[in-house]
C-alpha cells in the first residue's frame, strides 16, 4: 500500500513538472491552436480583419477594441504547429507627441505592475530617435512595449508564448 501511495505521489509530482505554463492575453492561454484562440478572442469582440485574407502564413489579423480604443491584432503562430505564438497589439497612430509619450508611460506601468512579481525587466535603450524597448521576461513568456519603427508615435505591445515558440523553433530547424 506504501508502495502505491508514493508511486501515486510521484506520479503527480511529474505531471506537475512537465505541465506547461503559457502567456496569455486579456485572460485566454495562448497554449492553444490559433482556430481556439481566434474563436475565444471572437468572444472577446474582436473580429477578423479584411486584411487577413492577404496576410502571410503564420499570422492572423483581428481588429477590436483594447484599453478603450480601436486596435490591431497580429495573431502569430507556427505553420508546423499551428499553435499560437506570439500577439501583437497596434494601437491607432497620436496625432501629438505629449498623448503619445503618457500613453507609454502608462502602459510601461500596466505591464510593470501586471508582470513585476513574476519576471525581469527588459529595458533596451532606444537611439535619440526612438524610445526604449520595456517589458518584462517571465520563463513562460515576454511583454514588451515598443515604437512602431515604420509609424510615428504609434505603440505596439507585443506578448510571446515561450514554450510554444520553442516548439515551432525545433520543428522548424531539425
Partial sequence: MRRYLVLLLLSFVFLCVSAEEHMEYMGVSMGMPVDEFTAAMKEKGYALSAANAKAPKGIRL???????GKVML????????????????????????SKFLTFYEAMKRVVTEQYCTEGEVINEQGDMTTLPKYGMKMDYGTVTISVDPDQAFTLILTYVDQYNTLEERKLRYD
Wanted: avoid cysteine; aromatic fraction near 10%; hydrophobic fraction near 30%.
Fill in 62 to 68: 483581428m481588429q477590436g477594441d483594447y484599453a478603450g
Fill in 74 to 97: 497580429e495573431l502569430g503562430y507556427g505553420v508546423h504547429t499551428n499553435m499560437m505564438t506570439s500577439v501583437t497589439v497596434r494601437f491607432p497612430q497620436e496625432k501629438e507627441l
